[in-house]
């Protein structure tokens, strides 16, 4: 079996994933979201990437003998606002009891959208206000230890005090303080020092610790759940490239200042576009999961889009794209039927194993759906996470669709017998521009709806 391979951002270079921590046994841990709202299509990207290789490591290993982690970040000021703007809207209930049901209707929502996208669940999913008490002891003996100090109620990292700040992303702390969007605030003794705990208001969350009551910053959360789930040291830690800095930099400065291993391979997935473009509210071509879903838009044709490019490179979402996964997964359909998956094609894992080819395996697929393998087939399409789609009967269409089919049908019948052919033809090239099948048989016109059926076209027929 091929060995797996994997880029590890830290190292600039594909790098073997043995020898792991724990012999036979991989641990990975993704940073999750942050639950204020839906998932957007972006957060899609890394859940979907990260669970192939999931998928790919309990093939390998054993369905028991892999550790996956993937954090909820939920203590955050935008969950915050949703809840005070609840409260301000009349809704009742304290700040606190608010912001958890905020948080909860998230998480919810998560889940349900990630599983309609094929996404299984991690091993864990730790809440980052579970897990309070570990973040507070780290950070007392960060201070312990010299890497942080306490200034108005705050708790900050001294980045100059651990020397490979920086490595990660390959730049060097002067570097960094020219190009970043820092806070510069007044308790800091050093700029690019960041925030490990920070006071809170009565209305915001707090809990009580050695410098008050107060929350603790993001990246602690991080390097805390992690150890307390995985250990000191485990083999694999994820998330998108929008990550790497500050948020993957300052979890390994705080980690490695408590001596711990930490993480040795550091994976990172490109952003997500839309249309060629940055996704973004204010170009209007901003969408969650759940939008797309609700179109009609398959769970399973959105997995097939994202996974046809490879993780590293920026991915483009088109509905184009979604036209013609849909078509295949149909197609696929009718070669599977309800063959069992038989042995995993080598050629499959090899692809898989060599840093999450999944664009490769998806070759692999059409290959395989060519040379009529429904048996390897069904087994590739098993270790991606990608359902199939059943070809669309006429049984699932709405009623009146059917009815404005049948009028134009006969509309059809109409022109030819009078001899008008200009709308005979309009109406033949109508039918194919919707992606109606229409067949003249002895027994009159029959017809049946293509993979790109859109009835929209067919309504300006009329
Ligand atoms: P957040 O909730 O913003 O912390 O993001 C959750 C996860 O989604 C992180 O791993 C981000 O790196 C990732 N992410 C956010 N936006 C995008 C995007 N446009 N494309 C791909 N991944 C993204
Ligand atoms: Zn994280």
């Known amino acids: 079996m091929a060995e797996i391979q994997l880029y590890n951002t830290a190292a600039r270079a594909k790098v ?11 641990k990975m841990y993704v940073c999750g979201p942050t639950v204020y709202d839906r998932a957007h299509l972006g957060n899609a990207r890394p859940a979907i990437v990260f669970d192939v290789l999931y998928r790919l490591l309990r093939h390998t290993y054993g369905a028991e003998n892999v550790t996956y982690v993937r954090n909820f970040t939920d203590v955050d000021d935008k969950i915050n606002a949703e809840a005070r703007r609840r409260m301000e809207a009349g809704t009742p209930g304290t700040m606190e009891e608010l912001i958890r049901a905020r948080s909860d209707e998230t998480i919810a929502w998560y889940l349900e959208d990630m599983a309609a996208v094929g996404v299984s669940e991690p091993d864990e999913m730790p809440r980052a206000t579970e897990y309070i008490g570990q973040m507070v002891a780290m950070i007392a003996a960060l201070i312990e230890r010299g890497h942080a100090y306490e200034a108005e109620g705050h708790v900050l990292f001294a980045v ?3 020397d490979a700040y920086g490595k990660l992303s390959g730049r060097s702390v002067d570097d960094m303080i020219a190009g970043a969007r820092v806070e510069v605030a007044p308790y800091k003794a050093d700029p690019m020092d960041f925030v490990l705990w920070k006071p809170s208001s009565a209305e915001e969350p707090g809990w009580d610790s050695p410098w008050g009551r107060g929350r603790p910053g993001w990246h602690i959360e991080c390097s805390a759940m992690a150890a307390d789930l995985l250990g000191e040291s485990f083999d694999i830690h994820g998330g998108g490239n929008d990550l790497i800095f500050p ?18 391979i550091w994976m990172h997935n490109e952003m997500l576009q839309v249309e060629g473009k940055k996704m973004s509210k204010s170009l209007g071509n901003f969408f ?20 046809s490019t490879h993780y590293r490179k920026p991915m483009d979402w088109t509905t184009e794209k979604a036209r013609e996964a849909e ?67 006429a049984g699932e269409i709405p009623n009146d669709v059917r009815t ?43 017809w049946e709806i293509g993979p790109d059926f859109d009835p929209a076209r067919l309504e300006a027929l009329t």
Request: aromatic share 4%; hydrophobic share 45%.
């Open 404 to 446: 404005l089919i049948e009028t134009l049908i006969d509309a059809r019948r109409t022109a030819r017998a009078e001899k008008d052919f200009a709308r005979a033809d309009a109406l033949r090239d109508g039918f194919a521009a919707a992606g109606l099948i229409v067949k003249d048989t002895s027994e009159g016109a029959e």
């Open 160 to 162: 100059r005090s651990y």
């Open 247 to 264: 948020h993957h930099e300052n979890e390994i400065a705080q980690s490695k200042c408590m001596n711990h291993a930490f993480a040795r």
């Open 16 to 26: 073997p994933l043995e020898p792991l921590v724990t012999p036979g046994h991989p």
């Open 327 to 393: 078509a295949t997964l149909r197609k696929w359909h009718g070669i599977v039927g309800d063959t069992a998956p038989g042995n995993l094609p080598e050629a499959v894992i090899d692809a898989l194993s060599d840093d999450l080819n999944t664009a490769g395996a998806i070759a692999e697929l059409h290959r395989l759906a060519r040379d009529g393998d429904a048996a390897g087939l069904a087994a590739g399409l098993d270790i991606l996470g990608i359902g199939l789609l059943p070809p669309e009967s």
């Open 288 to 307: 969650t999961v759940r939008d797309l879903l609700d179109q009609g838009v398959p769970g399973e044709v959105i997995r097939f889009v994202m996974l």
